[in-house]
């Protein structure tokens, strides 16, 4: 399901979810053909149906507050967000970090809002861990070895690991390791070193740290090796030639959602604790560390 693309409408009546992804999937340039909506693109870290359910309640509260139409589409891969862009068929997209500072340099978009989460964090870290009983406790013990990661575009499950490897052993993680996989999400990357799938894996310590409070044999089994510093999470981009007046409302709405009973409401179904202003600074460290990285590897 990952790498499929699909809108779904977030005015009207609401309609039966599965005949509405099948729907509106073939159905969504002729939408366009109207008024001009804004359409923003998410990059999805959890299932594309659960995504779209926690942020059509968002669309609509933005709809409401510009009094002008919003539609989500879920986004796949990164080729899929520059394609997106480039056509002129995305305003705006909600991003994980690495995917932010691509688009920033590749596209010249704008950070407008980072998201927090239900905890007040704008930030997180990435993790590599093994099985305790791997006998693996640095890059060094990597070599030759098996890694999980999430996603080619992700800081936590690819670009840290990638780069904590490349500085500390001076190869490129595709020529230290024997083989790289794919999990398409942080927790299975967690679950298959858990199983002995693979030698290491790379996740966000969020999620990591979820799953041993939820599992605390996951914690009795599996170890960090290595730590990221803390860095920007998920973020809103938009394009640089939207208009300001649009710009500045979004980013007004946005920010003013926890001081309203109707934004606080809202935010608290779709567990956020609310956005914060975001800054092209804030992406300083990722795109250093994506400086020091090769091309990434495609993922199967």
Not at 226 to 235: I, R
Not at 242 to 254: D, F, G, S, T
């Amino acid at each position: 399901m990952k790498g499929s693309g699909f809108v779904y409408r977030l005015t009207g009546r609401a309609c039966l979810l599965l005949l509405g992804v099948m729907l509106l999937t073939a159905a969504w340039p002729a939408a366009r053909c109207g008024a001009r909506e804004l359409l923003f693109g998410i990059e999805p870290e959890h299932n594309i149906f659960d995504q779209m359910i926690r942020y059509r309640g968002l669309a609509a509260y933005l709809s409401e507050q510009l009094e002008h139409p919003v539609e989500l589409t879920i986004l796949s891969r990164y080729g899929e967000v520059l394609d997106r862009f480039r056509s002129r068929r995305l305003d705006g997209a909600i991003l994980g970090s690495y995917t932010a500072v691509m688009v920033m340099q590749d596209l010249h978009l704008s950070p407008l809002v980072r998201v927090l989460d239900a905890q007040g964090m704008a930030s997180s870290s990435g993790v590599v861990f093994v099985r305790r009983d791997s006998g693996i406790r640095d890059a060094a013990g990597l070599r030759g070895k098996s890694m999980i990661l999430v996603d080619p575009s992700t800081t936590e499950g690819f670009l840290f690991p990638a780069v904590w490897v490349q500085e500390a052993t001076g190869k490129q993680l595709e020529d230290h390791l024997e083989r790289i996989s794919y999990a398409g999400s942080h927790s299975s990357a967690v679950l298959t070193v858990l199983d002995g799938r693979a030698d290491a894996g790379a996740a966000k310590k969020s999620v990591f740290e979820r799953m041993v409070a939820t599992d605390p044999s996951i914690g009795a089994e599996l170890e960090i090796i290595a730590e990221s510093p803390l860095l920007p999470e998920t973020t809103l981009c938009v394009r640089q030639d939207m208009p300001e007046a649009m710009r500045q409302k979004i980013h007004r709405i946005l920010l003013g959602m926890t001081n309203s009973p109707e934004g606080a409401k809202i935010l608290k179904t779709i567990e956020l604790g609310g956005f914060i202003n975001a800054r092209q600074s804030d992406f300083d460290l990722i795109a250093a560390m994506k400086a020091r990285v090769a091309p990434q590897p495609a993922a199967p």
